[in-house]
Antibody
Framework: EVHLVESGGGFVQPGGSLRLSCAASGFTFNNYAMSWVRQAPGKGLEWVSLIRDRGDSTYYGDSVKGRFTISRDNSKNILYLQMNNLRADDTAVYYC????????????????WGQGALVTVSS | DVQMTQSPSSVSASVGDRVTITCRASHDIGYWLAWYQQKPGKAPKLLIYAASTLQDGVPSRFSGSGSGADFTLTISSLQSEDFATYYCLQANALPLTFGQGTKLEIK
């Protein structure tokens, strides 16, 4: 059974930093791209970042580019999100997600989600 | 960026009703469209991917259709557990983008 467990959320002041971790189990971690998706309180879903299976390519949404860094440790089955220069509008629940593929091997969405980690940025 | 426009933003319906939610992409995204269900305080759940492929374990009353820029999620006969918020996601191009959500409420 697939499990994704986030940790590292919390309260931070504007301009501060935080690192989220996501421990993955129940699947061959290094065969799948992984992603972070966030949801501000009472708002919709926003894609944040994606990393390919080997960690050699990373992608970011415009709102976090240059401030957030996604990485992974395939030897430990852990996904990370380093968040720097945090702003109030980064306040959200951050979900770790596993990328799924269609029958031809193309990215098709996210099939498993963690329970989410709340990040609150406030002075 | 591909913009995803969902409609309606909210809908009221009764148990047993047939409900349709639509998602329109600003560009052709082929069939790389997924649908999610989210209940309050919970993570989203994948219902359908590749526009019409039902995720394992999802009831057959859920179905998806469409390609290119126009997509539809249909719930054939609403059950009480289906009242939730639904989102579409385009997986064709980065940045991946979600629709703004459709809240399905009990009439």
């Amino acid at each position: 059974e697939v499990h994704l467990v986030e940790s590292g959320g919390g309260f931070v002041q504007p301009g501060g930093s935080l690192r989220l971790s996501c421990a993955a189990s129940g699947f061959t971690f290094n065969n799948y791209a992984m992603s972070w998706v966030r949801q501000a309180p009472g708002k919709g879903l926003e894609w944040v970042s994606l990393i390919r299976d080997r960690g050699d390519s990373t992608y970011y949404g415009d709102s976090v580019k240059g401030r957030f860094t996604i990485s992974r440790d395939n030897s430990k089955n852990i996904l990370y999100l380093q968040m720097n220069n945090l702003r109030a509008d980064d306040t959200a629940v951050y979900y770790c997600t596993k990328v799924c593929y269609d029958s031809r091997g193309y990215r098709a969405g996210f099939d498993y989600w963690g329970q989410g980690a709340l990040v609150t940025v406030s002075s | 960026d591909v913009q995803m426009t969902q409609s309606p933003s909210s809908v009221s319906a009764s148990v047993g009703d047939r409900v349709t939610i639509t998602c329109r992409a600003s560009h052709d995204i082929g069939y790389w469209l997924a649908w999610y269900q989210q209940k309050p305080g919970k993570a989203p759940k994948l219902l359908i991917y590749a526009a019409s492929t039902l995720q394992d374990g999802v009831p057959s009353r859920f179905s998806g259709s469409g390609s290119g820029a126009d997509f539809t999620l249909t719930i054939s006969s609403l059950q009480s557990e289906d009242f939730a918020t639904y989102y579409c996601l385009q997986a064709n191009a980065l940045p991946l983008t979600f629709g703004q959500g459709t809240k399905l409420e009990i009439k």
